[in-house]
């Protein structure tokens, strides 16, 4: 009895982080993932990470807590929203391309979300994923929540830390990255089709007898398409480097909110 109230308060507490992030991160928290599974996942990750760390950790089980169970959560949701952050980086790239091409208008149902999505939105996350599960990142995910115990200890200061700014600061600085990020990924596609426009813009002025609008809808399709199918070998390039800077900003993340908790 002595050993399961020593060791229940810190298994949860592990439990609380580990669950956290698969509710956040990318790929695990898809809706077509069974919440059975998350659960049972969330479970022996937490278990082996018990076995592997928690043995030596003590937890006081009183009234505090309940705020050590909300920190653990907060935690293992950041890491998850910045994982999540880059992979949106995907669909905001492809919403440029839409808009450019002329599909804006006709988004559809993501089942992975459950949100509606671009069109080359879909097309580019299911490659994206597809990537991200043959490289291994979903291996790369687990691996960083064991080494987040080495740098954000169950004893941290993670709310002194969102309180001085600095993890607000690395969030927003993150947030802004993504959207270039989008901008750069879209980029060849958005510049062709604006060259298009320019193009349609001069045949409009040079010879007025022609219906730009009805030339320009099936031939931006086109041009963007075309484009696509050229750009399509490079995707995996572009997606690894993608991921290389996720998981570079995610052990970012880790040592900033754990840097003093460590150094103690």
């Known amino acids: 009895m002595d050993f399961i109230q020593e060791a229940l308060p810190v298994f949860l507490l592990i439990f609380c982080r580990i669950s956290a992030f698969f509710v956040a991160a990318p790929v695990f928290s898809s809706r077509n993932v069974p919440n059975q599974f ?9 278990l082996i990470i018990y076995l592997s760390y928690g043995l030596s950790q003590r937890v006081p ?19 998850g929203y910045c994982a999540v952050l880059f992979m949106s980086v995907i669909n905001t790239a492809a919403s440029f391309i839409d808009m450019q091409i002329g599909f804006a208008m006709a988004n559809v149902i993501d089942p992975l979300s459950g949100q509606s999505s671009p069109i080359m939105g879909g097309f580019k996350y299911a490659v994206a994923i597809l990537l991200f599960l043959i490289m291994n990142g979903h291996h790369y995910m687990i691996d960083a929540m064991f080494k987040s115990y080495e740098w954000v200890p ?13 993890v607000s600061t690395f969030l927003i600085t993150t947030f802004a990255n993504t959207f270039l990020l989008a901008f750069q990924l879209a980029a060849p596609i958005v510049v062709a089709l604006f060259l298009t426009d320019v193009g349609l813009g001069f045949l409009a002025r040079t010879a007025p007898q022609f219906n730009v609008f009805v030339i320009g809808i099936p031939l931006k399709i086109i041009v963007g398409l075309a484009i696509l199918l050229l750009v399509i070998p490079g995707l995996a390039y572009l997606f690894q480097q993608l991921f290389g800077t ?5 052990e970012q993340l880790i040592q900033l909110m754990g840097h003093s908790g460590a150094a103690t």
């Open 61 to 79: 089980f009183d009234t505090h807590y309940i705020l050590l169970v909300m920190r653990e959560v907060l935690v293992g949701l950041l890491i």
């Open 154 to 166: 169950l004893s941290n200061d993670v709310f002194q830390r969102i309180y001085d700014g600095s």
């Open 246 to 250: 996720m998981f570079d900003s995610i």
């Open 38 to 46: 998350k659960i049972g996942l969330s479970f022996f990750v937490a």
